[in-house]
DNA sequence: ATTTTTTTAGACAGGTCGGTACATATGTGA
DNA sequence: TCACATATGTACCGACCTGTCTAAAAAAAT
């Protein structure tokens, strides 16, 4: 095959799952967006579920990966870096067809009905407050903890209000209330 | 009739969309849940998404009604009550069978897709930061406007992180740092 | 007691859902 | 050339979807 089928799916699978809702997206809808038959997918996943997983994986692989990039491109500094998050979270907002997190959207439609997809949000959320932990580590505050646990709380506020808002401003907001808690968290002990 | 028909359809209403979804839940685990037939529900409401309407608009009022009560009867004073949101949602993330934001939810699956319900979703948001920048109000602060957008940011960032990993301890982190942002915030200029 | 409104059960329509079966076709590697 | 894996189209399954219809029953109002 020229093209590879799988990815085919995959990608379909996460451009309509996301534009439309996981269950509101049936999966004739992902086969005809992803040319493929149907057979194919079961011989691939097994299940719509297999797939909604797969591709949820997938997304938050490249999420966090572009995510890391952006804050790396904006600043070398330990501080800069933590704002910087909130920097890409603003242009993420503004991107034509920006429907929200899809993770928090699956939680959504999914936490306390299909745990295994739901899991995938777990697994992503934990994920990304690592990273943002270790750029809380590099910039030496008292309580490393409280800031990263303040700066997802920020990150996630934020996500929510410009998706049912529409407005991708809540970036901005976010950004400002996080150079405060950034300041406000006494600096550890100061490296001689 | 002894039971008004109509109310037992938007209580069976929420209790199912909240629980399972609203795309998953058919409209038939509605009726058999209120005890209805599926034509009375379709003269009260003309159709699902209009139930789905009312049930949000039902479930907007006596949520911030029951949080206007809980936030008065935790503090009089004004920085207290900012606080007391974040204890009130604290005991909201407690409660049994909670699911996150039904608000929040809606828009995940219906932003984009079914505006007249997503609208439900911003109103929402709108009458609820209505009240918080009344409370911020009372605080006396430099700029009401942006502490009001901060601790919004805030519970809706716990919400958010609560219903993701099923900690409902979000609730107190985000107090922490809601204690900050309101410490940080200048005062307004004192009345002599 | 009689009229009027509301509610009922159940069948029905026209679709879509996730998932399976099967026989054919297409491409790949030995 | 032959064998093998993969992908194809299409039909099909039983279940469920929202919404409509009807004719009878229950309730409310007069």
């Not at 949820?56 to 790396?72: D, Q, T």
């Not at 697994?123 to 505050?141: F, K, M, P, S």
Request: with cysteine; glycine share 8%; aromatic share 8%.
């Amino acid at each position: 095959m020229t093209i590879d089928k799988r990815e085919q799916l995959i990608e379909a699978g996460l451009a309509l799952f996301y534009r439309n809702g996981f269950t509101a997206t049936g999966i004739d809808r992902v086969l005809a967006e992803a040319g493929v038959a149907k057979m194919t997918l079961y011989k691939h996943f097994g299940s719509k579920e297999a797939l909604i997983r797969e591709v949820l994986r997938r997304r938050g692989e490249s999420f966090r990966a572009w995510l890391m990039a952006e804050v790396e491109r904006r600043s070398t500094d330990p501080r800069g870096r933590l704002l910087a998050l909130f920097e890409a979270y603003g242009a993420w907002f503004r991107e034509p067809g920006f429907r929200g997190c899809i993770f928090l959207n699956a939680t959504a439609e999914f936490c306390g009905i299909a745990e295994a997809i739901a899991e995938q949000s777990v697994e992503h959320a934990r994920l990304t407050q690592a990273y943002i932990r270790g750029l809380v580590a590099a910039a030496n505050v008292e309580d490393p903890d409280a800031l990263t646990a303040w700066l997802v709380l920020l990150l996630n506020g934020a996500v929510a209000s410009a998706q049912v808002s529409g407005e991708a401003a809540w970036a901005e907001k976010a950004r400002a209330a996080a150079a405060l808690v950034i300041d406000g968290a006494p600096p550890g002990q100061q490296i001689p």
